[in-house]
């Protein structure tokens, strides 16, 4: 019944990703009432969606997920609000969170500063990290992937908790708004009173007599 007439194409479903059709407001709105019409408590989709967010600040790519469900199913919170909180992470938001994590890692102690900053190709490193991991090449992953791996994710710690705080809260506020708006729409159109419908009155009906 909502479906599309024409099926979208993959390269048009990438680009209507990567720049919405509908615009980036609308897109937002979009989002949030999906969001807030998730079955479940207030907790466990502000959670769940929290933990979702807080892994996309994690340097695993490939396992957001996996790992963000696991989180939400270890504090009880919904798995589904949590595999949509990692859309925080896209194309969009990874370079700024990769090149954060890191400095921020390399500020904390890990990893040496100036070092390896002109060999930083994320893309590529996470790529050839998935294919080591499948080979078990730990030389690769000791000697190459680690002195970039190692900052990101000592970076990605304090990241994703204050992500997790800050998106616990800006989801709790719009699905309790939302909900509330819900239940005051009910109740002012369950006890709306109705307007008596007036018939017209009937106009009497002469007889002649002849």
Known sequence: MFRRREK?????????FLWPQMGWSRTGNYWAHRVSRIP??????????ACGAAISFTPFVGFHFILGGILAWLIRANIVAAILGTAVGNPWTFPFIWVWIYNLGVWMGIGS???????????ALFGHVQEAI????????????WPIFGPMLMGSIPTAIIAWVAFYVVIKYIITAYR???MERAKNSHFEPETPTQTPAKTPIEYNDE
Request: hydrophobic share 35%; net charge positive; aromatic share 14%.
């Open 134 to 145: 499948l080979k078990f090449d730990l030389a690769f992953l000791a000697e190459t992937a």
């Open 180 to 182: 509330h708006s819900r």
């Open 40 to 49: 479940g408590s207030v907790y466990s989709i502000a959670g769940g969606f």
């Open 8 to 16: 979208q194409s993959i390269f048009s479903r990438c680009c209507n």
């Open 113 to 123: 500063k100036g070092k390896h900053k002109e060999n930083l190709d994320f893309p």
